[in-house]
């Protein structure tokens, strides 16, 4: 997606070789003209796959995931953080690893909002080693709902969580590939 | 709002005298649908305020205020929680106590992300006691921004805050106001 691509360019900052910052239209301060151009893009994407439910995981992905939902027409429900194992039967959880924080964490969500009858689409808004989005496949697999794929705004190939998931099979595309970041340069694939 | 109080009637769980669930449809999974409704109900109150940001908190506040932000046309900015108090020179932060979780914390927004020059619509899903309110207008002030007010999704009259507020001078528009809670029978104002 070039529009996303150029505003990556411009304004992304490199924090280091692993982050790169998209604060000032994604993930702090959102340009919604720009994530109305992403859920069309998911849609065109995506829209012959039965979806009836869209699933991300709080907090940046939310906008993304209801912006997107509105072409669908599909509710989204978004996993919360930081719930705890013991939280009981009614929750399904998946535990969750964050690179960048070095840090595990549980990530939940209620029985209630998923089952065998939902086909899910999974929105992030970034995809790095994987483990955000693993822990969401665990959710959606727990459920015994159906896996349509993933849509992911921007992932980062060098750190591997994109290849591993498409060689189980998952159908995960990503708006702005980037291939590397090495010396300042962002690389798209 | 005449289709919001229908939901909240139909759907949300009162947990306790203080307590209202509305992870049906605007806390855990998100009726995107609704939230369309919400926007446009926001956008008809305050489309003559000159408004050009919308701030919210995460989590839940953020589909909520993306949503209503395509009909004004301008960016969210979401402050984040859990923010150190020491982040430097670069966030402005408030300290918010959550009576829900007995416990105070931090919420920050960059300095980049609101300026003099903003005139700024402050939107949440719930207003109670009114700290995360409280919080979000400190961040405003020490901005320099202009407050236009406060759009809110579900107001607890019986907490206080709304009244404490609009004391102070600030428009608080809530969407649905609930007197009270009392034997689980919900009372609109």
Redesign the interface.
Known sequence: MDLLKERIRKQADIINADVLRV??FLN??????L??EIGKEFYSLFKNDGINKILTV???G??I???T??YF??????A?KGVNRNVGNEVYTSSVFSFTKSAHSVIG??K??LSPEDTVLIIDDFLANGSALEGLMDIVRQANATLAGAGIVIEKAFQGGGARIRASGVRVVSLAIIESMDGGKIVFG
């Open positions: 604060d000032m702090h301060q959102i340009d919604v003209g994530l109305n709080e907090a940046s939310i906008g995931a209801c912006v939902a509105q027409s599909v509710p989204v429900v978004f919360k969500v209620s209630k909002y």
